[in-house]
């Protein structure tokens, strides 16, 4: 019994040092400033999260287009991003400016910003 309750609390400790240490999910958008219509641009999101373990991961990632989410990645415990920073790339060809926002969220801290952009016409 005292062994049981020894390997509880040293669980409970591991989960709250590790969730102490790690961080709320960052994206960051590369994408071309202009394009010309009808151009085939790629989208990249950049996503950060120093935990992607069994019990703390990278839940979600989206990606708007003038408000419209046009691509998202989920994940979960046996599915979960290849590394602590990952990226995901979209193609859209332009068919006038456009505003772009996306977002990535930890399944037990959130998410730590929206990212934005704009892509005019050349």
């Given at each position: 019994?005292?062994?049981?309750?020894?390997?509880?609390?040293?669980?409970?400790i591991f989960l709250c040092?590790?969730?102490?240490?790690?961080?709320?999910?960052?994206?960051?958008?590369?994408?071309?400033?202009?394009?010309?219509?009808?151009?085939?641009?790629?989208?990249?999101?950049?996503?950060?999260?120093?935990?992607?373990?069994?019990?703390?991961?990278?839940?979600?990632?989206?990606?708007?287009?003038?408000?419209?989410?046009?691509?998202?990645?989920?994940?979960?415990?046996?599915?979960?991003?290849?590394?602590?920073?990952?990226?995901?790339?979209?193609?859209?060809?332009?068919?006038?400016?456009?505003?772009?926002?996306?977002?990535?969220?930890?399944?037990?801290?959130?998410?730590?910003?929206?990212?934005?952009?704009?892509?005019?016409?050349?």
């Amino acid at each position: 019994m005292k062994k049981m309750i020894l390997l509880i609390i040293g669980v409970l400790i591991f989960l709250c040092a590790e969730s102490a240490l790690a961080n709320k999910a960052v994206v960051r958008l590369e994408a071309p400033e202009n394009a010309t219509q009808g151009e085939k641009i790629k989208i990249t999101l950049f996503v950060t999260h120093s935990a992607n373990n069994f019990f703390h991961y990278t839940k979600r990632v989206y990606l708007k287009i003038n408000g419209q989410e046009k691509a998202s990645w989920e994940f979960s415990v046996t599915n979960r991003p290849e590394a602590e920073v990952f990226s995901r790339t979209f193609e859209y060809v332009m068919d006038g400016p456009i505003s772009l926002e996306s977002a990535a969220f930890c399944n037990i801290h959130g998410s730590a910003n929206t990212a934005t952009a704009t892509i005019g016409l050349k």
